[in-house]
């Protein structure tokens, strides 16, 4: 059963950084785009940041753009993502996903999830 395990959240002031990790196992790691989502209480879940299978093209939605970075690491099975000039609105759970096939602007097409991890920016 495939497995996908997110790490690294935490309380940090704003303008602190955190990294977040995800590790998958038991799947073909390096054929699966990887993704990282967020949901806020009372909010829906929301696309992030997504890399493709060799790390070669990402994508990161506005609010994060330049303060995100999203890697992957094909040896380890593991993406990451740093998380700079944290912002009170970047509190949020998030979510790690995987996924064999992206649609149109990086829709994840029946991605495995992890459990998320806590990241509270306090201002």
């Known amino acids: 059963q495939v497995q996908v395990v997110e790490s690294g959240g935490g309380l940090v002031q704003a303008g602190g950084s955190l990294r977040l990790s995800c590790t998958a196992s038991r799947l073909t790691f390096d054929a699966y785009y990887m993704g990282w989502f967020r949901q806020a209480p009372g909010k829906e879940r929301e696309k992030i940041s997504c890399i493709n299978t060799s790390g070669s093209a990402t994508y990161y939605t506005a609010s994060v753009k330049g303060r995100f970075t999203i890697s992957r690491d094909n040896v380890k099975n593991t993406i990451y993502l740093q998380m700079n000039s944290l912002k009170p609105e970047d509190t949020a759970m998030y979510y790690c996903?995987?996924?064999?096939?992206?649609?149109?602007?990086?829709?994840?097409?029946?991605?495995?999830w992890g459990q998320g991890t806590q990241v509270t920016v306090s201002s």
């Open positions: 996903a995987a996924t064999r096939t992206v649609g149109f602007d990086w829709t994840f097409i029946t991605p495995y």
